[in-house]
């Protein structure tokens, strides 16, 4: 019953949320969107070339697995033509599930990823020589709702539906369990729902196949709703951990050094174009994930936008911590791993040495 709830529910988001990509449009450093400015959608051709021609355009494939708030910065970049600007013809593809992501990857299908850091990191105890050069979500953005009961002392025989095992969702619930004394899959069933995300798991709920779920932010006004109640919130705790990481491999990073740069440029660029616009970012959001629900969208801005993008997309060794001691609990291999072996900030301190981020916020 889980699998065909998982099965189902894959089919239609990946109908209703293909990322879809908006016409792109070339800016200024740092700038954002002229005021009374149509949305890119609506903007013009590109202005023709002069005689002198700027270098080509470096194609470039991005792959990433969900179509959740925490994508606002690449959204933005690639609707305002930063990825242009800093020398990218960049292919966005969506494929939903990280460890899809990195066997596609792994398959030599993608240059990059924004993906979760657990796959990212299980893909290198495999063999792929992969390496985290920036971090867009360093934090662990997860609450528990139940449905029908209101008390976390109610939880030791309940059906709590998460994500795919060693999925961002799955950590967080292990987390909050070991706050409160509990065992996975002991003291509770974890019920896996392994494609569609968070809509997965709430109709995992309506179907009376689980009790409670674990979800990202976005969803708690429908939730408060619905009736469910929210029994433990991570996402004001700041626990160290990569979430949403930029990955690529060693080998494509020193093949490519102007690629990977030029990427977190862009990417850098469109976390600050976000904070300063909210209301071109929940236009990006309300396109690119298919949504109107206002309620939704602004818990998103103000959940990643506002509370949780950092303005200097470093990786943290705290972070890639957090992430290998909860992979040892399924990975051995994970317990004698050293976060330093699998991070590469050079280029971001290398654009912060270059006064590229203090330009964006200079206003």
Known sequence: MRRLIGLAMVLAVLGACAGQAAPRADSEAGARPPAGAPPPAERGAAPAATASAPPALERVT????????????????????LFQKHGLDLDLQFIEGSPIVMQAMAAGNGDLAHVGTSASISAAFRGLDTVLVGTIQPRLIFALWGNGFTRTADLPGKRIATGRVNSDPDFALRVMLNRLALRYNEDLDVVHVDAGGDAARVAAVEANAADGLVIAAGLSSRLTKLGYTSLMDLSAENIPYEAATIVTTRHYAASKPRVVSGFLRAVTEGIALAKHERAATIEVYRQHARLDDMDTLNEWYETYVERVYPMVPYVSEAGVRTVLDLLALTEPQAATAKPEDYIDNSFMREIEASGFVQQLYAR
């Open 62 to 81: 991005l792959l990433y697995p969900s179509q959740g708030g925490n994508h606002a910065a690449l959204w933005m970049a690639e609707d305002y033509g």
